[in-house]
């Protein structure tokens, strides 16, 4: 019983920051900036769900998340929802081969991340929208895939601290391990 | 748990995990009232960003307080050579103030007795950059419905499409998703203006015979039930005639940038307004620039109600 009012203390948490992350990025950082490309900051959310959580968990997680997205935006949800499972996958599958613990393989995987959820959003909306993206936006994408990792290491210490605030361990424990 | 070795319990386990996004995207295609348990979703979206609105605006005054403090000194001895200039310039632009004066307290007249507009303020914007909407500070508690037009005075912006209690979240013209009726003011050709990008629309299906030339003006047919007739929506950049098709293709762009965009206007009941000049023919009567040459001024507003 304890262990479940944790689960859902962490996951209510984990809302509310992926709420402040994205509020940041859809708001303050286009009043500021204007038109330049905002990091892609909701998305390192994910990444650490499918590196850090069992995998039940970090779909379950993640699919909760994609619903408070869906509000910060017009993406279609089922392909939102769709991008975040193929994404979820292919990190999967790389985390198998190559990885090891830290926030430097975080910085890493955050700008590949991006650029594959890209490719993958691309493809499915070629796939599946009605209406499939017109132009690719190349500097936008680019920009977006340098500009994330920047906000990597802080979102790693955040999520981290709340696991432990909320005794969720990690599947993988993650520790200073120099390259 | 590895994936890549699938059994029974996996696969058991992929067909749900699989299957609920293949589902929503079916079910996306029918269009339906947001359902209960997407509201405080959607109101803690609408709070967070009316939050970071207000608090960035805050931290851009000081910081440009303290930054003017710095520049303070080097500005003053610019201004002063600038001020002597600036003088000689005022007698000419008095008169200029006074006759735009006359012609806006004009055009807010006519405005006023036209159209019910509602002032609203870009708070936030998508958060993909492959969709260009924007929530706006006006909601359901300011008479903000969907489907209402979103204008400035350079003309269209965007449509309602989700309104909560003190937000809305607005598509701009330059999304993909967004279609707008349009007309070719000059050769009276319709098509339909839809997004491409973050900074350019297309017209489609217009005939491949009609006149449509580089530099036209698109304006709105008012036909869609969502925009006021007339109202500018964007400018012809490239006309392309394909051999084998029977429409043309036309690049347009629009005449109010949507990433620069922060105020704007709400339209209420815009399907009763009619923005456009009648079309007097020459020989009959004389032109409103005509009878009054204070109108043909640059400074005059080109939008003009009937």
């Keep these: ?48 769900l499918a590196l850090y959580r069992r995998p039940i968990e970090a779909i379950g997680l993640s699919y909760l998340c994609a619903v408070q997205l869906y509000f910060f935006g017009w993406i279609p949800f089922g392909l939102l929802v769709l991008n975040i499972v193929i994404l979820y996958g292919i990190i999967h599958l790389v985390k198998e081969r190559i990885f090891w613990p830290g926030p430097r ?70 520790g200073e391990v120099e390259l | ?81 600038e001020n002597a200039e600036l003088r000689a310039q005022l007698a000419t632009m008095t008169e200029l103030k006074l006759e735009n004066e006359r012609l806006n307290q004009l055009f807010a007249f006519k405005q006023k007795t036209k159209m019910d507009l509602l002032a609203a303020k870009v708070i936030g914007r998508d958060l993909s950059a492959d969709h260009a909407t924007i929530m706006v500070d006006r909601g359901s508690n300011d008479g903000v419905k969907p489907m209402q037009a979103v204008m400035t005075i350079e003309g269209a912006v965007g449509y309602v499409f989700r309104v909560e209690p003190n937000t809305s979240r607005v598509m701009l013209i330059t999304d993909r998703y967004s279609v707008v ?3 070719v003011q000059r050769s009276r050709a319709r098509g339909l203006v839809e997004g491409k990008s973050t900074d350019a629309c297309l017209l489609k299906y217009v005939n491949k015979s009609a006149d449509v030339v580089t530099g036209d003006l698109i304006v709105t047919s008012g036909l869609d039930g969502i ?37 704007l206007f709400i339209v209420r009941g815009a399907n009763q307004v009619d923005l456009e000049e009648p079309k007097i023919p020459e020989t009959a009567a004389p032109s409103p620039a005509e009878k009054n040459p204070e109108m043909s001024s640059s400074s005059a507003p080109k939008v003009e109600h009937q």
């Design chain 1, 1 to 48: 019983m304890r262990k479940i009012s944790y689960f859902l203390l962490h996951a209510i948490g984990l809302i509310f920051l992926l709420v402040v992350a994205t509020g940041f990025q859809t708001s303050f950082w286009t009043l500021f900036f204007g038109a330049l490309p905002g990091p892609m900051i909701w998305l390192l959310f994910f990444l650490y």
């Design chain 1, 105 to 174: 393989y975080f910085v890493i995987a955050s700008c590949l991340a991006t650029l594959i959820y890209q490719i993958i959003y691309i493809f499915n909306s070629w796939l599946f929208e009605l209406i499939p993206i017109r132009e690719i936006m190349l500097f936008e994408r680019i920009f977006q895939a340098i500009i994330t990792p920047l906000f990597a290491i802080p979102v790693f210490y955040v999520l981290k601290g709340w696991e432990r605030i909320t005794h969720q361990t990690p599947l993988i424990e993650s």
């Design chain 2, 1 to 81: 748990m590895n994936f890549v070795s699938l059994d029974l319990r996996k696969i058991l386990l992929l067909i749900p995990i699989i299957s609920l996004p293949l589902i929503s995207i079916n079910m996306q295609q029918m269009p339906r009232p947001s359902d209960w348990y997407g509201e405080p979703f959607a109101l803690l979206a609408s709070r967070t960003q009316s939050l970071y609105s207000w608090f960035s605006n805050e931290v851009r005054g000081t910081t440009s307080l303290y930054i003017n403090l710095i520049d303070i000194k080097r500005d003053n001895f610019t201004l002063r050579g």
């Design chain 2, 181 to 183: 009726d349009g007309l």
């Design chain 2, 227 to 263: 925009f006021p007739k007339g109202l500018p929506i964007a400018t012809v950049e490239i006309v392309n005639k394909k051999p084998y098709t029977v429409t043309l293709d036309v690049e347009l762009k629009p005449v109010v940038n949507p990433n620069k965009v922060e105020e």
